[in-house]
């Protein structure tokens, strides 16, 4: 349940972050949205914004400290985007005002021998979030038709018999993408999915940053590089699965990545926005409880515990 007195808050919230909704991917472009967009902020606004999230956070506080009392919804939030977009970065301040009891973090890396073993959904559902809880997915099951479609020799690891690699692969795990959150969705886990939509131009610019900065020398790895090369093949991957995925009730937010201050901005503001329409509400006291709250409010007051 939204308080009233920020019912208006969540009206403006809804509006700024409809732009880069998509809930029908039909006629989806990726070259429709623009990475460097920053929407009505400038660079002279720049700080408005910045105090904007901050009052978005302290709402998703609140709204999660709902989620977490009333126990019936799960929230799994997808994020998704090329090398050096700021996944991480955003993850961290979005989330900074979160009860870390009821978040759960999951990067998911190459597939450990285990994880190969069964099916590329496998460890993906060991880690879906609990009712009350928030999970998020720095990557996740998209990998398998992004990385996996741009580099096929993924798939002779992966054991699958050949007569299931077919010309249809791609399509048909979309589809079972698509049926799998229409099914998270029915069994009350909202689905909320990031595409960090960062250029090309701004991603060279944080590589050097890595090589620049001996504070960021960590970062760099060697197939930074070697995946710029497949830069347009990524792009059409992300357009096709974007196409397949995007519902209504599991929508994808394309988020301008080139302004690390306004991706999360937008990022805060699409989770708040869903988070309003979640019915989310403190579990409301029956009798025989609150007769139990006065009477330990009574034996307190008297000093007789």
Same mark, same amino acid.
């Given at each position: 349940?939204?308080?009233?007195?920020?019912?208006?808050?969540?009206? /403006?919230?809804?509006?700024?972050?409809?732009?880069?909704?998509?809930?029908?991917?039909?006629?989806?472009?990726?070259?429709?949205?623009?990475?460097?967009?920053?929407?009505?902020?400038?660079?002279?606004?720049?700080?408005?914004?910045?105090?904007?999230? #901050?009052?978005?956070?302290?709402?998703?506080?609140?709204?999660?400290?709902?989620?977490?009392?009333?126990?019936?919804?799960?929230? $799994?939030?997808?994020?998704?985007?090329?090398?050096?977009?700021?996944?991480?970065?955003?993850?961290?301040?979005?989330?900074?005002?979160?009860?870390?009891?009821? %978040?759960? +973090?999951?990067?998911?890396?190459?597939?450990?021998?285990?994880?190969?073993?069964?099916?590329?959904?496998?460890?993906?559902?060991? %880690?879906?979030?609990?009712?009350?809880?928030?999970?998020?997915?720095?990557?996740?099951?998209?990998?398998?038709? $992004?990385?996996?479609?741009?580099?096929?020799?993924?798939?002779?690891?992966?054991?699958?018999?050949?007569? $299931?690699?077919?010309?249809?692969?791609?399509?048909?795990?979309?589809?079972?993408?698509?049926?799998?959150?229409?099914?998270?969705?029915?069994?009350?886990?909202?689905?909320?999915?990031?595409?960090?939509? +960062?250029?090309?131009?701004?991603?060279?610019?944080?590589?050097?940053?890595?090589?620049?900065?001996?504070? /960021?020398?960590? /970062?760099?790895?060697?197939?930074?590089?070697?995946?710029?090369?497949?830069?347009?093949?990524?792009?059409?991957?992300?357009?096709?699965?974007?196409?397949?995925?995007?519902?209504?009730?599991?929508?994808?937010?394309? +988020?301008?990545?080139?302004?690390?201050?306004?991706?999360?901005?937008?990022?805060?503001?699409?989770?708040?926005?869903?988070?309003?329409?979640?019915? =989310?509400?403190?579990? +409301?006291?029956?009798?025989?409880?609150? /007769?139990?709250?006065?009477? #330990?409010?009574?034996? =307190?007051?008297?000093?007789?515990?």
């Amino acid at each position: 349940m939204v308080p009233k007195n920020n019912k208006e808050k969540f009206t /403006k919230i809804h509006d700024f972050v409809a732009p880069y909704k998509v809930t029908n991917g039909k006629s989806f472009k990726l070259s429709d949205f623009d990475p460097s967009n920053t929407g009505p902020f400038s660079n002279e606004k720049k700080q408005e914004a910045k105090d904007l999230l #901050a009052e978005g956070i302290e709402l998703l506080k609140i709204q999660q400290d709902m989620l977490y009392a009333q126990d019936r919804y799960a929230m $799994l939030l997808v994020f998704q985007a090329m090398d050096a977009a700021g996944k991480d970065g955003t993850i961290k301040h979005v989330m900074s005002g979160i009860n870390p009891q009821g %978040c759960q +973090v999951y990067s998911f890396k190459q597939p450990s021998p285990e994880e190969l073993d069964h099916d590329y959904m496998w460890r993906y559902l060991r %880690c879906l979030p609990e009712r009350g809880r928030i999970g998020i997915y720095n990557r996740s099951y998209y990998e398998e038709v $992004l990385v996996v479609r741009v580099h096929k020799e993924i798939l002779a690891h992966q054991r699958i018999p050949d007569e $299931l690699i077919t010309k249809d692969i791609w399509r048909d795990r979309l589809e079972d993408i698509a049926n799998f959150e229409s099914y998270l969705t029915r069994n009350a886990v909202v689905v909320v999915k990031f595409f960090l939509n +960062v250029s090309k131009t701004e991603q060279k610019k944080r590589f050097m940053a890595r090589l620049d900065r001996s504070e /960021k020398n960590w /970062k760099f790895s060697s197939s930074d590089l070697s995946e710029r090369r497949f830069w347009d093949d990524y792009m059409k991957a992300y357009q096709e699965a974007i196409r397949a995925t995007a519902t209504k009730s599991a929508p994808w937010y394309i +988020v301008p990545a080139d302004n690390k201050w306004y991706t999360r901005l937008v990022v805060a503001g699409a989770i708040a926005d869903t988070m309003s329409r979640m019915n =989310l509400a403190y579990p +409301v006291v029956d009798k025989v409880k609150m /007769k139990e709250i006065e009477e #330990a409010r009574q034996l =307190l007051a008297e000093g007789n515990v």
